[in-house]
């Protein structure tokens, strides 16, 4: 039997992405760390449906609901029982991972067009429940507010403004600063929205490593088996039923996670905070990513961030008036949702790829 | 009196939910796709119902009016977007999910431009008889003329339907072909433009849920109204309670749902409304798997 050799887990390359992003995020405007969370929360929950959807074939339309499990969770045990931060959002994963343990155990005998109708309604009736329950707040929700550490940071006036092309030396010099600190001279002043950021970015890059990880892994490759071929995967000894569940469990923590972020960069958890739409858009930008390509998450959520920002300049330079502003990032969203499907199945990354492949073997059966 | 109340409402909700899930059933036998977006087609219909209503002022032309709208955008939907999703994204791991996705985007572009034409606002339809409840012994029934004439329209609506399917050579071929495609071809039936036929009696279905769901609430509806969304997961649900497949079983499912759901509100909490659907069909699914009246294939599609 041929042996995999081991796989490199990337470790490295993750710590890399993460140290640029912190140095980054005090060299750019507070709009823009704000959305850099927004994205991070995106990338995250994007992951998870990618997880599900594209690995283990199943479709849920009720991510949404499961986030909501997760932010729930984190903001009723931090009023409650003032828990730590970590651990409050350590309680959103597991929430919602049991949340998606009992929804996963349904969705093994679904499939298809069953399990997104069911998941359906549970995304439309789940953040109802708010209203039964006193200590989840009803419509207005609970607070959750999770705030930068209380340290006055030291700005250091008199240091030179960074350039990107400064030598290595001086970085590390000032990271070590920073590291002692928690300022980065010459950079911008500590802020609610930055440590959000820092939270959120660092959220994000654990979990896609963990999933880049998990996809890679035995699971990974049965989660594909058992979606091309279901009785093929059982011949060959997977517990698909199980392995579904499974997905579906993991999945559903990850986007408890996301969920919990989400409501700290709000400051609130309220049921509106989890319409139908947010189940709409994690589809949408997993689809744009391409459904099986993890590393395309990234696009996806920048598309989905930035496609407010774009809507609102086309509108602007037609002139249209307030109703078609409002509502052209909706079509937009669902107009691409549409033509992805339409004319890149695949995603983008995976069509190029496959192009290539097509190329390249054209190539050298023409040489032979 | 109370028990007469709850099933009446239960009945008259449950007969809205029955066309629509009769959408879901048409659509599914004659593409084997759940569409997502059949809300969206209600709301545009219903939309098209305000308009002539409006312009014509009467309810019993904005009716047509609005089924016929509702069946032209459904045929032209089959025509364009569904034959292209058949011809590019069969393959792959997105087959599977493709067409899911591609409802619910046209779900939201039905959403977006319906807001930007009519904007976000309520508009209101008004009914064509009193919703005021019937007096009986001095007792006034929550159950109103209104919502006899709902359930008097929709049964004649239900009884043309079966004509249509089980006495005329249309039927013959509306069944041949979600039976058994190739077979149908092979016999000469059109097989395509029944497809398309199939889609255009879903939008007409739908338009009249719709309309109807508008009305037996308080008239007011606007894009973001819960009522389509709650259209979408109870006609869902209604439908797969009666097994997708058979346009009996969803007229059943509609009604068994719309009773459960009466009396959970009535005699548990009117605060699960949301939550009461869902975990009907949680319990459908694990206690009668293939649906009232299904075959015992399972849930595979």
């Known amino acids: 039997m041929h042996k995999s050799k081991k796989q490199s887990t990337h470790l490295p390359l993750f710590i890399l992405v993460g140290v640029v992003l912190f140095i980054l995020s005090n060299f750019i405007e507070e709009l823009r760390v704000s959305q850099g969370t927004t994205i991070a929360v995106y990338v995250i929950a994007i992951s998870s449906i990618i997880l599900l959807t594209g690995y283990s074939g199943q479709v849920s339309l009720g991510h949404g609901a499961l986030m909501a499990i997760g932010a729930y969770a984190a903001a009723v045990l931090r009023l409650e029982f003032n828990l730590p931060i970590i651990l409050c959002f350590v309680a959103a994963v597991l929430a919602a991972a049991i949340g998606g343990l009992l929804l996963g155990m349904a969705a093994a005998r679904l499939s298809g067009p069953y399990l997104a109708g069911t998941t359906l309604a549970l995304a439309i009736g789940l953040p109802s429940l708010a209203n039964q329950f006193p200590i989840l707040g009803g419509e207005q929700g609970r607070e959750f507010k999770v705030g930068p550490p209380d340290f006055e940071p030291e700005v250091v006036a008199a240091a030179e403004p960074l350039t990107f092309f400064g030598n290595v030396l001086s970085i590390l010099d000032k990271l070590q600063t920073t590291l002692a600190t928690g300022a980065w001279p010459g950079a911008s002043p500590m802020s609610t929205y930055k440590w959000w950021f820092w939270i959120a970015a660092l959220a994000a890059l654990i979990s896609m490593w963990t999933v880049r990880n998990i996809l890679n892994s035995a699971y990974g490759r049965s989660w594909r088996a058992g979606r091309g071929n279901e009785v093929a995967a059982q011949l060959a000894g997977i517990n698909t039923a199980r392995s579904k569940v499974l997905a579906f469990t993991i999945s559903a923590g990850i986007a408890g996670l996301a969920g919990a972020l989400l409501a700290m960069s709000i400051g609130t958890v309220s049921p509106s905070a989890f319409p139908l739409a947010l189940s709409f858009s994690l589809l949408t930008g997993a689809v744009l990513a391409g459904i099986t390509t993890l590393g395309g998450v990234i696009i996806g959520s920048v598309i989905l961030v930035a496609i407010p920002e774009i809507a609102d300049v086309v509108a602007h330079r037609l002139g249209s008036s307030e109703s078609v502003t409002t509502n052209l990032p909706g079509l937009i969203v669902s107009g691409l949702l549409i033509l992805t499907v339409l004319f890149v199945p695949n995603g983008p990354v995976e069509q190029h790829r496959a192009r290539k492949a097509k190329h390249e073997a054209a190539h050298s059966s023409t040489k032979k | ?301």
């Open chain 2, 1 to 301: 009196m109370q028990l007469l109340n709850t099933l009446l409402i239960g009945i008259t909700a449950g007969s809205i939910y029955s066309l629509m899930a009769i959408a879901f059933v048409l659509v599914w036998r004659s593409t084997r796709v759940v569409n997502f977006a059949q809300a969206g087609m209600a709301l545009l219909s219903t939309y098209f119902g305000y308009e002539a209503v409006s312009r014509l002022g009467s309810f019993w032309i904005a009716l047509p009016v609005a089924m016929i709208g509702g069946a032209i955008f459904a045929a032209l939907v089959e025509l364009i977007l569904m034959r292209l999703l058949v011809k590019h994204a069969s393959s792959g791991p997105i087959a599977g999910v493709a067409p899911i996705i591609a409802t619910l985007g046209l779900l939201g572009v039905i959403k977006s431009v319906v807001t930007m034409i009519w904007g976000g606002q309520d508009l209101r339809i008004v009914a064509p008889i009193s919703n005021n409840g019937f007096t009986i012994n001095g007792e006034t029934l929550v159950f109103s003329p209104l919502k006899l004439l709902v359930l008097v329209v929709v049964m004649v609506l239900l009884i043309m339907l079966s004509i249509l399917f089980q006495k005329t050579n249309l039927g013959l071929a509306l069944r041949a072909s979600a039976h058994a495609p190739e077979i149908a071809r092979l016999s000469g039936v059109r097989v395509d433009a029944v497809r398309t036929l199939g889609w255009a009696l879903a939008g007409a279905a739908g338009a009249v849920a719709g309309l109807f769901q508008t009305v037996n609430g308080n008239g007011n509806f606007s894009p973001d109204s819960i009522e389509f969304s709650l259209l979408l997961v109870s006609g869902f649900i209604a439908a797969v309670i009666g097994g997708l497949d058979s346009l009996l079983g969803a007229v059943l499912g509609g009604l068994f749902l719309g009773i459960s759901i009466s009396f959970v509100l009535m005699y548990v909490s009117s605060g699960l409304f949301f939550i009461a659907p869902f975990v009907i069909l949680l319990i459908v699914l694990f206690v009668r798997p293939q649906g009232i009246i299904g075959v015992k294939a399972g849930r595979r599609a």
